[in-house]
């Protein structure tokens, strides 16, 4: 290459060599840029920061934690004072629970990869009511206007038909007829007096004949009542107070027994009209159920 550096030397101080001569102390200083492969001068800067910008990004990075746990701290401050407040006044909750708003959805969510719910039972109803904004929808229905027997479901109509005539507090005696009624729940005694509210519960709860059919046929001092003429008024209830359907519902005793007669008709009614009589019983009887 023909390219070439030059140095500049100064001299220091001599020294005299051990010869008696001077000794000149040289050091080279390099004046002139280092050239590059190419021969062109490559100048090579280093970009420095200044004073000011320095002391900010140190004082930058320092502060970031101190910010973070200053979050931190709010968050939590702010979740006790709201907790202790929620302590020693309730109402703030219920008040937020009330202003939440849920989409108006009246029919289930159907998950379509599970198979269709099967029943064994011959007629099933499921119907969700809401009473408040008096709406109802049916979540499943299977023969739901098939009329069929409804054994021990009659004793809804004849607590809602006694709970009409008769006060709460009446006294009824118990009578052999009613004793000798199928089955044992509610163990009756000939003779025994209880009340119509009693009796009332020993009926719903245990489903005992003997009570029901105590209920239907009363000695409470001049009033008598045969058991005819309870049906009768069980019957009328259904159809013009309820607003059954005579071909759909029918009552022949206040028991739900099958008739010993096996060619006589028994009990019967659909899951639809059943419907019908529990939401009857919710809105002025709920007491029944």
Same mark, same amino acid.
């Given at each position: 290459m023909n390219s070439r550096t030059e140095f500049t030397l100064k001299s220091s101080s001599p020294t005299e060599s051990r010869h008696g001569g001077t000794k000149v102390k040289k050091r080279a200083k390099l004046s002139s840029p280092t050239e590059s492969r190419h021969g062109r001068t490559k100048v090579k800067k280093r970009a420095k920061l200044s004073s000011p910008i320095k002391i900010f990004l140190i004082a930058l990075i320092l502060s970031l934690p101190f910010f973070w746990g200053i979050n931190i701290l709010e968050k939590g401050l702010e979740d006790f004072f709201y907790t202790r407040e929620l302590e020693k006044n309730p109402l703030?909750?219920?008040?937020?629970?009330?202003?939440?708003?849920?989409?108006?959805?009246?029919?289930?969510?159907?998950?379509?990869?599970?198979?269709?719910?099967?029943? $064994?039972? /011959?007629?099933? &109803? +499921?119907?969700?009511?809401?009473?408040? #904004? *008096?709406?109802?929808?049916? @979540?499943?229905?299977?023969?739901?206007?098939?009329?069929?027997?409804?054994?021990?479901?009659?004793?809804?109509?004849?607590?809602?038909?006694?709970?009409?005539?008769?006060?709460? $507090?009446? /006294?009824?005696? &118990? +009578?052999?007829?009613?004793?000798?009624? #199928? *089955?044992?729940?509610?163990? @009756?005694?000939?003779?025994?007096?209880?009340?119509?509210?009693?009796?009332?519960?020993?009926?719903?709860?245990?489903?005992?004949?003997?009570?029901?059919?105590?209920?239907?046929?009363?000695?409470?001092?001049?009033?008598?009542?045969?058991?005819?003429?309870?049906?009768?008024?069980?019957?009328?209830?259904?159809?013009?107070n309820i607003g059954l359907k005579p071909e759909n519902t029918h009552f022949i005793n206040p028991t739900g027994l099958d008739p010993k007669d096996p060619f006589q008709d028994t009990n019967y009614s659909t899951v639809k009209d059943l419907v019908e009589l529990v939401k009857y019983l919710i809105k002025y009887q709920s007491e029944i159920l």
């Open positions: 703030i909750l219920t008040a937020q629970i009330s202003s939440f708003t849920f989409p108006d959805i009246q029919e289930p969510i159907r998950n379509q990869e599970i198979p269709d719910l099967k029943i $064994s039972a /011959k007629s099933a &109803i +499921s119907v969700f009511v809401d009473s408040r #904004e *008096g709406k109802e929808s049916i @979540l499943f229905q299977k023969n739901e206007s098939e009329k069929l027997p409804i054994a021990s479901l009659t004793k809804l109509m004849t607590a809602w038909v006694a709970s009409n005539i008769y006060q709460l $507090s009446d /006294k009824i005696e &118990i +009578s052999k007829e009613a004793v000798e009624q #199928e *089955g044992e729940m509610g163990r @009756l005694k000939v003779g025994e007096i209880l009340s119509v509210k009693e009796l009332l519960h020993i009926m719903l709860i245990e489903s005992s004949n003997d009570a029901a059919y105590a209920l239907a046929t009363p000695n409470i001092g001049t009033k008598k009542m045969e058991e005819e003429s309870f049906v009768d008024l069980m019957n009328l209830e259904a159809y013009y």
